[in-house]
């Protein structure tokens, strides 16, 4: 560990460094973020047609999200601990809310208007999930005992099924990691980890019937994206070509074809790193993923030096969330994963996701900020 | 269980959660450096295979432009088709020189600098990747002189498209119309997917009139190529649907005897099918030839149609407005009997001139010395000006106006094609609103003779006609007849039936008088009764012309003809059982008994001659 030991030095005395400190901001975890947030424009400037109005709309939310992030960096993390139940309960009412209301309008329904603004009660839950289980099962011993799981895993899947009926099948992945990440933080045995994944595949007929038309479309266009290559498997096929031709250096910044020609669907939003590793080719596809690699490792040894059970296990889950993600985005733009509607972190064009995610971060410098007590 | 007998043991706590973070670091770096090899399989050992599909993406949606509906004459007689034709057409995106290409192109071909100019231009309006012409109708010995040069030049082509042609160049290019390439103004209101594909819209005329008829629905090709672009598969096909043929009551043959006939003149000649309203001859001298607007009419002789003097893009069918002259006088004599004004053995004097009460004004009769006693009858067969001038008088302009407005006077008549003006029927009302100034006396005096503010075009005055021989039954003109889809065929535009109620006593007797215009000894159109077993009723015309362009040129002889009177003509025959009514209009010449008659008579004696 002796690479933490060294970042835990790497506090310049300078001024900016004071008063991000006085900010509760968190100087790794900041830069890796920024600099990430800057790589986004330079992708979105390209991959939205070279329009600044779409630079400037996503300039707008990352802004909201920063400023977001330093107010939660500010909280200490015992208020979270002290919340969580209820934030959790007003998120569950709010999707119920959601759904009747959706049941109503007859259709797909995510937001909820609240007169001057629209707000997504599933992006919420992203993060009030895991703040629950991790309240919840830091009041008992770890490992979890049986009763423990059962009642977490009764908390993880009502919001999971609530989202994944809205209908969207990305969040609910996202919520159910998040939940499954604290579980695994807890110290759930191996055993039981190696049971849930063999109880899951022998499920797969059942899921799929509950499926919908639609998602089914997608697990199938996923096995074989050649089947149907205008219809379904078009996005599959056309991000692969999109990679695939941006070689080892890439076509360089502003050189990609495939968004340019309009064959690369939804090229500012889900499948916005197709357009990365067209114009950037393998050796930016590897930058990004350290650079994904360091905010991540970054996250976990925060939650390693975390001094609490509530906070470490908050702290594991929100690392791990982000890295699924990170790998389920890339890997369905790959083609090795089924196409669900997760974005790339940080990177995507959209304004809810860099919310929730730059909360989760905020959460993340709360607790590494707030020390009680020096480590001996 | 409850918590007083758990006791967390943070040590052991502590160990298992640094365990965990350790796992799921390790579980985080094998699953990126799947993502990796994913990459490296796609980027690398993938590269060539995707950098091919990439830089022509193997599927491509090709449009199918249908083939624009044929539009023949009431004989079936072709007056515009499509031909097929080599185009020479240029994919900018696949050239990586495009100035430099147009530069070798033009030295090869000798391709105007004003050719370059007109692609760019519509270049530039394109989708990325779309196939635009450069040259259209390229002649054999070009399409040769390309072929060997093609393999220089890539993204250039041949490409075999239909064009619009029209056989009968400027004789029936007002009403037939033409294509022409799409502007900027259309694309924002034309359909885009039934467009895509196609370079060309109906501008005028029939040809824009029932452009969506004509046009058809446009069908598209999902087609698989190499990386040469060259197709190799055709995965799906959706047939275009063919444009509708039009039929149209127009005579191509009529026409031609019409618009010879006006011979060096400017004028319009419009004949109306009477029992149908389907309009037979809709000519305007002097035409242009419509082909060039096709294939992209050159600046120069764009230019040169527009500004010369005798307007040749000017549709004085359907556009032109003159004063009828004396041939109102029919229908204002009709008027007189209607509102028993007058009975038609009522005789007036007429000594060459007539004067309003306390006035002392003389309004003079074209004769001099005047017609002496003169019935209706009478002054219709010798164009009385005094007679009419009382008559108005009599009738008051509210009547006037009203009673004319029922032949459709100062309307449009609904004839299908875009761009007709209404002309002026004059009112005490319009001249309030529009001039604001109280109606004088005077100005009813001279509404009676067709002079004033009056003001119709050469269609109106033929269907007033044709609606005057048709015993008051309203004659609506229409020029397309049938309209043929694959498999179904339609009617064209609606006729409405209304009727003025006339007594059939007095049209007879108007009637009466039109005949003697032409057969009667004294008539002023008598000059056209000659070989022919039926009779023709007509009235002749003169208008005043009193206004010249003002920038025109001063050149005396020219001048002179310029303001030389307008001569009219309306006419039907049969006057027994009408079948054709025809209206002429033969600008500066002269008089109508002299120059526009005979034109008429010409008309009336090849249809009726055809008949038998």
Redesign the interface.
């Known amino acids: 560990m002796k690479t933490e030991t060294r970042s835990e030095q790497f506090q310049p005395p300078s001024l900016i460094g004071n008063i991000l400190r006085k900010l509760h901001i968190d100087i790794p975890l900041f830069i890796g973020l920024v600099f990430t947030s800057l790589l986004s424009f330079i992708i979105l400037y390209s991959a939205g047609s070279q329009e600044l109005d779409i630079l400037l709309r996503q300039g707008a939310r990352v802004g909201l999200a920063f400023g977001l992030m330093t107010v939660l960096a500010h909280i200490d993390p015992y208020q979270f601990k002290r919340y969580s139940a209820l934030l959790f309960n007003i998120g569950i009412f709010l999707l119920i809310a959601v759904l009747i209301m959706g049941q109503i309008g007859k259709g797909a329904q995510r937001w909820l208007d609240i007169g001057f603004f629209r707000f997504q009660p599933s992006e919420m839950i992203k993060i009030t999930t895991p703040m629950m289980i991790a309240w919840y099962l830091a009041e008992h011993p770890l490992p979890p005992k049986s009763k423990q799981l059962f009642i977490a895993s009764l908390l993880i899947v009502i919001p999971t099924l609530l989202i994944a009926k809205q209908p969207d099948l990305g969040t609910a992945l996202l919520v159910a990691s998040s939940g499954a990440g604290v579980l695994f933080f807890a110290g759930l045995s191996w055993r039981f980890i190696l049971g849930i994944v063999a109880a899951i595949s022998s499920l797969t007929p059942v899921i799929w019937h509950f499926m919908r038309g639609y998602q089914r479309d997608r697990v199938l266009t996923f096995l074989n994206p050649e089947a149907d290559p205008l219809g379904r498997g078009y996005h599959i096929i056309q991000s692969k070509i999109a990679i695939g031709s941006g070689g080892i250096y890439g076509k360089g910044w502003l050189g990609s074809t495939q968004s340019e020609l309009d064959f690369l669907p939804e090229s500012s939003t889900d499948f916005i790193f197709a357009v990365f590793a067209e114009e950037f080719g393998l050796f930016g596809c590897v930058g990004l993923l350290i650079l994904y690699l360091l905010i991540i490792g970054r996250c976990l040894y925060i939650a390693s030096q975390a001094q609490d059970t509530y906070s470490r296990l908050l702290a594991g889950s929100l690392a791990f969330t982000f890295f699924v993600y990170v790998f389920v985005n890339i890997g369905m733009v790959i083609g090795i994963l089924p196409v669900v509607g997760v974005p790339l972190p940080l990177i995507s064009y959209g304004g809810t996701s860099i919310v929730t995610l730059l909360a989760g971060f905020g959460i993340l410098m709360s607790i590494h900020t707030h020390k009680k007590f020096l480590p001996n | ?1 409850s ?1 007083t007998y ?4 943070n040590l052991v ?1 502590n160990r ?3 365990n ?2 350790a796992a ?2 390790i579980t ?2 094998v ?2 450096s ?3 090899i ?3 399989y ?3 050992v ?2 060539e ?3 091919t ?3 022509d ?1 193997s ?1 491509k949606i090709e449009p199918l432009v249908p083939t624009r509906g044929i539009i023949y004459d009431r004989h079936g007689k072709i007056l515009a088709e499509n031909r097929p034709s080599y185009s020479l057409e240029l994919i900018p995106e696949q050239i990586s020189n495009l100035d430099d290409t147009l530069l070798r192109l033009q030295k090869i071909l000798d391709i105007p600098d004003e050719k370059i100019e007109q692609y760019q231009k519509q270049r530039i309006r394109q989708k ?2 779309t196939s635009t012409p450069l040259l259209i109708s390229m002649s054999d010995e070009e399409v040769a002189k390309f072929a060997v040069v093609r393999p220089y030049f890539p993204g250039v082509d041949i490409h075999a498209r239909l064009v619009r042609h029209y056989p009968y160049y400027e004789l029936a290019s007002h009403v037939v119309g033409y294509v022409g390439r799409i502007n900027e103004t259309e694309l924002k209101t034309l359909p885009i997917a039934e467009y895509r594909g196609s370079n060309h819209v109906g501008k005028i005329g029939i040809e824009g009139f029932y452009e969506t008829e004509l046009h058809g629905k446009a069908g598209y090709a ?1 087609i698989e190529t190499n990386v040469q672009a060259r197709a190799i598969n055709i ?1 799906n096909e959706v047939d275009p649907d063919p444009g509708a043929n039009l039929y149209l009551t127009l005579d191509i043959d009529l026409q031609k005897t019409a618009y010879d006939a006006l011979d060096t003149f400017n004028g319009a000649v419009v004949a109306i099918e009477i029992k149908t309203g389907g309009v037979l001859v809709f000519a305007s001298r002097p035409g242009f030839d419509p082909n060039p607007f096709v294939v992209g009419i050159t600046n120069n002789a764009y230019q040169a149609l527009q500004s010369s003097d005798n307007q040749p893009l000017y549709n004085r069918a359907l556009r032109g407005l003159y004063p009828p002259g004396s041939t109102i006088k029919p229908f204002i004599g009709l008027a007189g009997l209607e509102y028993n004004a007058i009975s038609y053995q009522h005789r007036l004097f007429c000594p060459g001139y007539y004067q309003l009460p306390n006035v002392s004004h003389r309004y003079r009769d074209w004769k001099k010395g005047g017609h002496g006693g003169v019935n209706l009858n009478e002054a219709i067969t010798q164009s009385c000006d005094v007679y009419f001038y009382t008559l108005a008088s009599m009738l008051g302009i509210d009547r006037m106006h009203a009673f004319l407005q029922q032949f459709g006077f100062g309307e449009k008549s609904g004839i299908d094609l875009v761009g007709e003006k209404s002309g002026l029927l004059p009112s005490r009302e319009w001249k309030r609103d529009q001039r604001n100034q109280s109606w004088y006396p005077g100005e009813t005096l001279i509404t009676g003779i067709g002079q004033g503010f009056l003001q119709v075009s050469p269609l109106q005055l033929a269907r007033a006609t044709a609606t005057l021989a048709n015993k008051g039954n309203v004659v609506t003109p229409f020029l397309v007849d049938k309209i043929v889809r694959m498999g179904s065929t339609s009617r064209g535009p609606e006729t409405h039936d209304k009727t003025i109620p006339l007594k059939l006593g007095n049209v007879n007797n108007i009637i009466q008088g039109m005949v003697n215009v032409v057969h009667s000894a004294r008539g002023t159109a008598k000059g056209i009764n000659n070989d022919i077993t039926y009779q023709i009723a007509g009235k002749t015309g003169t208008a005043q012309v009193f206004n010249i362009k003002q920038d025109a040129k001063y050149n005396e002889n020219e001048i002179d003809f310029k303001l030389r009177d307008h001569a009219l003509f309306i006419s039907f025959a049969p006057a027994d059982d009408p079948k054709i009514a025809v209206a002429v209009i033969v600008e500066n010449g002269g008089h109508g008994g002299s120059v526009a008659a005979p034109i008429a008579g010409k008309v009336i004696k090849q249809f009726l001659g055809d008949q038998k």
């Open positions: 269980m918590r758990t006791i967390k043991d706590e298992l959660f640094l965990r973070i799921a670091f985080i770096i699953l990126t799947g993502l990796v994913r990459l490296v796609l980027q690398i993938g590269h295979h995707y950098a599909l990439a830089k993406n599927i990325r990747f999902e995965i």
